[in-house]
């Protein structure tokens, strides 16, 4: 949908600029002139949430860090004065601790857009996969970034995923001891932690730009899955979508106002107010909410290196998703099929998230079976949609039929019949 | 290789000059890239003064029986746990090949020796010469790094189904000797290096 730019310059200075760096038109033709199909529904506003929370993270980021102290002796107390002493320092790390969260279930709602609506087939396949890249990248951030207040959960946490690595063989003992620069968890973990902590948001930022430049060659897929074919089909982003987009942001914010001002420890855990003491693990540790479903995978099997593998395959996995749904049709709308085992992986998925918070053995509410054994259930299902599931339905599901052109989806179907879909 | 300025048309014959040029220059930079590289990558392994603090010495005398000391070793959490007789009978009574693990874990005895008490307590260490010690606290005494083998909670002592060391993280439980006997750490706690340096002390290391 890159097409023809329809930038004028007005002014001569304008002009001047757009010979020597065409910046302003590069504006123009992505975001205001921006031909986007006229459907898209507040799914489609995501997007541009994550872009806010990455800017609201890198920003209170850079602050905390003018008063961080990057060491195990001062990480802790440095923490406590941004909370006490510092003028509204609790105010910015709360903002960048939930933020983390906000970040995430911003993510994951993006996510499950994509998986509803086809939105990681072709052409969107490596838009897709540099959103699982993103998301990858936003992991490691978030996982370097809780261990920085060097509370107990930050410790054990950080104890807990590095041995993660040690399970390998061979490579992982000394891959361990690269990570740690010592023999354990210390004072050199930290301070590249902390260094990589820095660096990762910009790489994501990167990793953006990618994926904004991948999802403007064919444009934005939307709910009916049905391509463009007119600009009947299509407004400009601007002003149409700006302030759909800059709606769905002040709603947003308002729901991460209420937890950085209302309720701004509810989504940490408390023995992260202890320091972190080598000596005694806590005697549960989890993992922050939004890796709580990786977590019920790794335990779900008894051998450490498999629970490992099995762990990292479930993010690998989304890599090849574009080739595993072998079905035409893009959105699960007309897939009358797909949209149940769907909707069930999206349940499993948050029931694999509640086995990752409780302690294996103890019995669940699902017939008294223990969370390891609901946990080894949902984490089959899991792997059985993107394996099975998804390659099959596409040669069994008989799909429902789809109107001609995205304009007859919005407006019924009337005068000007649209050529059959062609995908 | 006399082709020193090529034209378009010389395509398919002899390599230039420059061709070789090409390919040297490539060759060299790339070979001299990767070389390069190891500076970066192994800064981030232990730094020198990390490796230098590596020893701890304990003083036995400080356990009474039936406690526990966690000393720091190489920033490591070690058990320096003083037993008593009934839990050392019952380690005792297990042989190597009745449980999950039959290696020793102990980096004073030979690789391979099999996991018997007597491999896992004090006896295995080694004693400085003319250094007299009892050999109730030889057996008596177990040594242990304190990171579980699964992925490196520190265990809770006298607890869990053998009485040993029980670890809250996955659910690991140790015997009183500190081989894993159920749950996922798939080896017994390991043994560091140590030595008497006289009656009641030891050095770590
Ligand atoms: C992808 C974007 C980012 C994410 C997801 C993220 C996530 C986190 C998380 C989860 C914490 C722990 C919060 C807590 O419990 O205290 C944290 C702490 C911290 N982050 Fe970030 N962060 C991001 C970007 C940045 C950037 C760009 C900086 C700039 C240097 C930064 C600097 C810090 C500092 C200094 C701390 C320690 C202070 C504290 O714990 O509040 N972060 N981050
Ligand atoms: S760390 Fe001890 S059982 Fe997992």
């Avoid at chain 1, 909410?289 to 996995?317: C, E, N, T």
């Avoid at chain 2, 018997?116 to 007299?132: L, Y």
């Avoid at chain 2, 109730?136 to 040594?143: A, S, V, W």
Wanted: net charge neutral; glycine share 8%; with cysteine.
């Amino acid at each position: 949908m890159s097409g023809p730019s329809t930038y004028k310059p007005s002014t001569g200075f304008e002009r001047w600029l757009d010979q020597r760096l065409p910046i302003v038109r590069l504006g123009w033709d992505s975001f205001v002139d921006f031909p986007t199909p006229r459907n898209l529904n507040y799914w489609y506003t995501f997007g541009g949430i994550l872009a806010v929370c990455l800017m609201t993270q890198i920003i209170t980021g850079i602050v905390l860090a003018m008063h961080y102290v990057p060491h195990v002796d001062h990480a802790f107390a440095s923490v406590e004065r941004i909370m006490r002493d510092v003028n509204y320092g609790w105010l910015i790390r709360y903002i960048h601790a939930n933020g983390a969260s906000m970040f995430f279930l911003a993510v994951y709602l993006h996510i499950v857009r994509g998986l509803y609506y086809g939105s990681y087939k072709s052409p969107r396949e490596i838009l897709w996969i540099l959103g699982v890249v993103i998301y990858l990248l936003m992991m490691a951030a978030a996982f370097m970034g809780y261990v920085l207040p060097w509370g107990q959960m930050s410790f054990w946490g950080a104890m807990v995923i590095t041995n993660l690595i040690g399970s390998l063989p061979i490579i992982g003992g000394p891959i361990t001891e690269l990570l740690w620069g010592g023999f354990t968890v210390g004072n050199p973990t930290l301070n590249r932690f902390f260094s990589l902590h820095y660096l990762i948001p910009f790489l994501i930022a990167g990793a953006v730009i990618l994926h904004i430049w991948a999802l403007h060659v064919p444009g934005n897929g939307n709910p009916t899955g049905i391509s463009v074919k007119s600009s009947r089909d299509t407004l400009p982003f601007h002003p149409y979508y700006t302030v759909k987009d800059g709606f769905a942001i002040v709603v947003f914010m308002l729901v991460f106002a209420f937890f950085v001002f209302y309720w701004p420890n509810a989504l940490g855990h408390a023995d992260n107010y202890i320091e972190a003491n080598p000596l005694a693990t806590p005697a549960h540790i989890v993992p922050e909410w939004y890796l709580l479903p990786f977590y019920a995978i790794l335990r779900a099997v008894p051998d450490k290196l498999m629970g490992v593998l099995l762990m990292f395959g479930s993010i690998g996995i989304l890599f090849i998703l574009p080739w595993l749904d072998t079905s035409k049709v893009r959105s699960m709308r007309y897939r009358p099929m797909a949209k149940w085992f769907f909707i069930f992986f999206v349940v499993s998925a948050l029931i694999l998230g509640i086995c990752g918070a409780m302690n294996p053995d103890d019995p669940s509410p699902f017939f008294g079976m223990s969370y390891l054994w609901v946990a080894r259930i949902f984490t089959a299902y899991y792997f059985a949609y993107f394996l099975v599931i998804l390659p099959l339905l596409g040669f069994i599901e008989k799909p429902k039929p789809r109107p001609a052109s995205i304009e007859e989806a919005v407006l019924g179907p009337r005068a000007h019949a649209a050529p059959a879909a062609a995908e | 290789m006399t082709d020193v300025n090529p034209s378009p048309e010389g395509h398919g014959q002899e390599p230039s000059r420059r061709d070789f040029i090409y390919i040297a220059a490539g060759g060299a930079a790339a070979i001299g890239g990767a070389f390069l590289l190891w500076p970066f990558i192994d800064q981030m392994n232990p730094a020198a003064d990390t490796l230098a603090v590596s020893t701890t010495e304990v003083n036995l005398a400080d356990v009474a029986e039936g406690e526990q000391l966690t000393v720091m070793y190489q920033g490591k959490p070690t058990f320096v746990r003083h037993r008593t007789a009934e839990e050392v009978a019952a380690a005792r009574e297990t042989g190597p090949n009745q449980i999950p693990d039959g290696d020793s874990r102990n980096l004073n005895l030979v690789e391979g020796s099999d996991a018997t008490d007597q491999h896992r307590s004090a006896m295995a260490a080694g004693v400085r010469d003319g250094v007299e010690v009892d050999a109730t606290l030889r057996e008596r005494f177990i040594i242990m790094l304190a990171n579980c083998t699964h992925l490196g909670c520190v265990p809770v002592g006298q607890s869990g189904d053998y009485h040993g060391w029980y670890c809250p993280c996955h659910g690991s439980h140790y015997d009183t000797a500190g081989r894993i006997r159920r749950g996922p750490a798939p080896e017994n706690l390991h043994i560091p290096p140590y030595t008497f340096l006289s009656g009641t002390t030891i050095r770590i290391g």
